[in-house]
């Protein structure tokens, strides 16, 4: 759950353009090459609202897998693929999530140059992802799955998901942070339900039906939900002879800041100590407990994410952004160091999964005051700028977890340090997970600092 105030952050529109749209809430008419339109009125009404609805449900179906692999990492290192190594289960997921967040600015960048082939990729998108769980199912050697359930259904997860983005700033204006709220809940709703469910099927159903299964439950629920998600304004139809938009903005301005490339840098930092944890939790889990109390602490992992979201981004709108960020990631890092790293039964691990998702997965709050800053008076590179941050966290998604398996020391039962820290082989790894969060928390107080220094303002 690593997008709080996704909509925000992935504004699609200038200021100006917000307030045309705005002001089409009284007069909901609009000229559209060359004609005039009758349009929907802006926050509000039944067509706004079943756009949201749907959102909400792609938001769940997407994202809520994508979260939930730990349930699988459990699973394919206890039974049909207990010979392959760590690293190589964990790209599975890695890799997936990983190029749902990395495909944002290719995605964005076709949209720009195409925008009325924005909804039939949705559908090749949903097509893809139904095909790609079910041949999954029969898979036989994990490098089948990373291609399958890892590359090709993460691609087509992002050509689903984006293109909301792209049109939920034209339905809502003044309720867009509820709007972009109630979808972004989705996320948490399936990081929350769908390890319960997955993990039930798997025990009782095996690999190979679980994911026949579920990409029925796709098909069913993204279907209708692809049908009802529109835009708001006619798409531009293209007239032959004359120039597309260029796919690159002719100006970023925002490469020669220096803001841009040090909150990369405690991007990339962050989402490195982050997802190692997401995805061997469980691991560590059924160490200490069985497989369902994995199951429930992965579930209550993804909710505490999405309460450190809204946390954060409240925060956020009342101080500046890299002490919040310094804040979060210094917290992360005592808690990997101090209680993750003598963690020894089911209470305590029930304790880092609040604490830690809470501080580390509400992290991606701080993206929209930053792309903001980063912004400066050209609004409307904003999206960009947020793109570019996914797919920062994209490449991290498959480093760390890398780096991690490579520490992971399985079946070793005694601690690192006589016994008492590090249990179960993780020492290394919890040591690597605070260092980092350690190293995110000092590059964003010297961001902060750089910010006061050149008289800057703050978001």
């Keep these: 759950m690593q997008r709080s105030k996704e909509f925000q952050e992935k504004d699609a529109l200038s200021e100006h353009e917000q307030q045309r749209i705005a002001s089409n809430a009284e007069d909901v008419s609009e000229v559209v090459s060359g004609r005039e339109t009758e349009l929907p009125p802006v926050d509000g009404g039944w067509r706004a609202w079943t756009f949201c609805f749907a959102a909400f449900w792609l938001e769940t179906m997407v994202w809520g897998f994508g979260y939930s692999y730990g349930v699988f990492q459990e699973y394919y290192s206890t039974h049909e693929f207990q010979s392959a190594s760590n690293v190589a289960i964990s790209a599975v997921g890695t890799v997936s999530l990983a190029l749902t967040f990395g495909s944002t600015i290719p995605l964005m960048l076709y949209f720009r140059r195409y925008p009325t082939l924005i909804k039939p990729t949705m559908w090749v998108?949903?097509?893809?992802?139904?095909?790609?769980?079910?041949?999954?199912?029969?898979?036989?050697?994990?490098?089948?799955?990373?291609?399958?359930?890892?590359?090709?259904?993460?691609?087509?997860?992002?050509?689903?998901?984006?293109?909301?983005?792209?049109?939920?700033?034209?339905?809502?204006?003044?309720?867009?942070?509820?709007?972009?709220?109630?979808?972004?809940?989705?996320?948490?709703?399936?990081?929350?339900?769908?390890?319960?469910?997955?993990?039930?099927?798997?025990?009782?159903?095996?690999?190979?039906?679980?994911?026949?299964?579920?990409?029925?439950?796709?098909?069913?629920?993204?279907?209708?939900?692809?049908?009802?998600?529109?835009?708001?304004?006619?798409?531009?139809?293209?007239?032959?002879?004359?120039?597309?938009?260029?796919?690159?903005?002719?100006?970023?301005?925002?490469?020669?800041?220096?803001?841009?490339?040090?909150?990369?840098c405690v991007n990339m930092l962050q989402a490195l100590s982050y997802f190692p944890v997401s995805l061997y939790l469980t691991v560590f889990t059924t160490s200490v407990a069985s497989s369902l109390s994995a199951t429930a602490v992965l579930s209550v992992f993804n909710v505490a994410c999405i309460f450190g979201q809204v946390a954060i981004g409240y925060l956020c709108d009342r101080l500046p952004y890299p002490w919040i960020a310094c804040a979060s990631a210094f917290g992360s890092a005592l808690v990997a160091f101090l209680l993750w790293g003598f963690s020894y039964n089911l209470g305590q691990v029930f304790g880092f999964a609040v604490l830690f998702g809470g501080l580390s997965g509400g992290f991606a709050s701080v993206w929209q005051p930053a792309a903001t800053d980063c912004a400066g008076k050209k609004g409307e590179l904003q999206p960009y700028i947020f793109g570019l941050f996914a797919t920062i966290k994209g490449v991290a998604a498959v480093i760390g977890p890398i780096i991690s398996g490579i520490l992971y020391d399985a079946g070793k039962g005694t601690g690192a340090l006589s016994g008492k820290y590090g249990r179960f082989g993780f020492g290394k790894m919890e040591i690597f997970v605070g260092s980092l969060a350690m190293a995110t928390s000092v590059v964003s107080i010297i961001l902060g600092v750089v910010r006061v220094k050149f008289k800057r303002p703050v978001y």
């Design 125 to 264: 998108g949903l097509v893809v992802a139904v095909a790609a769980l079910v041949v999954s199912s029969f898979a036989n050697a994990i490098w089948q799955l990373i291609i399958l359930q890892g590359v090709i259904y993460g691609l087509a997860g992002g050509m689903i998901y984006i293109p909301i983005v792209f049109w939920l700033p034209q339905w809502f204006v003044k309720h867009r942070g509820l709007a972009g709220g109630l979808v972004m809940g989705g996320s948490g709703i399936g990081g929350f339900v769908f390890p319960l469910i997955l993990n039930a099927l798997l025990s009782r159903l095996g690999f190979r039906w679980t994911l026949r299964i579920w990409a029925l439950i796709m098909a069913v629920v993204a279907g209708p939900a692809v049908l009802a998600v529109n835009p708001r304004v006619p798409l531009p139809k293209h007239e032959k002879g004359s120039p597309r938009p260029s796919v690159v903005p002719k100006e970023l301005p925002f490469f020669r800041d220096a803001a841009f490339w040090m909150f990369s």
